[in-house]
């Protein structure tokens, strides 16, 4: 069964802090993986990565792919309050007729 | 551009009734996805629609049931409402995900907040 495990669950950092959010996977095929952050609203679209060791980057964030060990990190430096959120990490599995798998996010606060 | 539309945005109904959530994807996007939003459960797929035709179905039970028009807006319908039922459900719309040749990048709307008293 396809499955994204995403770590920590949940964090606490004070502001200027950097944290670092992980997304592991196990799917049967694989196109890309996808991050959104969700506040108290639908996800917004951060990042998409379909190649191993290309980093994206907007901002503060940041996030990379390595598809041999089946991972991903996103990376958020000088954190600030708004940063706080839910973050998700999905991926593409791409196999016929499948949905893209979530896993069950981690949520982020960053106080003052 | 316009986002992704969804109608209701607040929703409140008894147990055993039924709803029916709407949903309008961006213009151009063919492709429309739903989930259902838990705390305890996270996202979980419910179904996708392209080209008013069901791609996939997530393991619910057939109280859930959607289609979608030619326009690509899409509806999503829950019969015999359960308190369970209670969620935040989200449509979220793309190109055509089953382009070999395309990226995917999936565009959620505001959601419908469900509650089942």
């Known amino acids: 069964e396809d499955k994204v495990v995403q770590s920590p669950l949940s964090l606490v950092v004070h502001e200027g802090d950097t944290v670092t959010l992980n997304c592991s996977y196990e799917?049967?095929?694989?196109?890309?993986l996808l991050w959104y952050k969700q506040e108290k609203k639908a996800p917004t679209f951060l990042f998409m990565l379909?190649?191993?060791?290309i980093e994206k980057k907007s901002g503060r964030l940041s996030s990379i792919l390595d598809k041999k060990e089946l991972f991903s990190i996103l990376n958020i430096t000088a954190t600030q309050t708004g940063d706080s959120a839910v973050y998700l990490c999905?991926?593409?599995?791409?196999?016929?007729?499948?949905?893209?798998?979530f896993g069950k996010g981690t949520r982020l606060s960053v106080i003052a | 551009k316009a986002g992704v539309t969804q109608t209701p945005r607040y929703l409140i109904k008894t147990r055993g009734q039924q709803v029916t959530l709407s949903c309008s994807p961006i213009?151009?996007?063919?492709?429309v996805s739903w989930y259902q939003q838990t705390p305890g459960q996270g996202l979980q797929f419910l179904f996708e629609?392209?080209?008013?035709?069901?791609?996939n179905k997530g393991n619910f039970p057939g109280r859930f049931s959607g289609r979608q028009f030619s326009n690509s807006r899409s509806e999503m319908n829950v019969s015999t409402l359960e308190l369970g039922d209670s969620a935040l459900y989200l449509c979220?719309?793309?190109?055509?995900?089953?382009?070999?040749?395309?990226?995917?990048?999936?565009?959620f709307g505001p959601g419908t907040r469900l509650t089942v008293t």
């Open positions: 629609y392209f080209s008013e035709t069901q791609r």
């Open positions: 799917v049967t095929n694989f196109r890309s």
């Open positions: 979220a719309s793309s190109l055509d995900r089953y382009n070999l040749g395309g990226s995917y990048e999936q565009y």
């Open positions: 999905a991926v593409d599995p791409f196999a016929g007729n499948t949905p893209l798998v």
């Open positions: 213009s151009g996007h063919r492709s």
């Open positions: 379909t190649s191993s060791g």
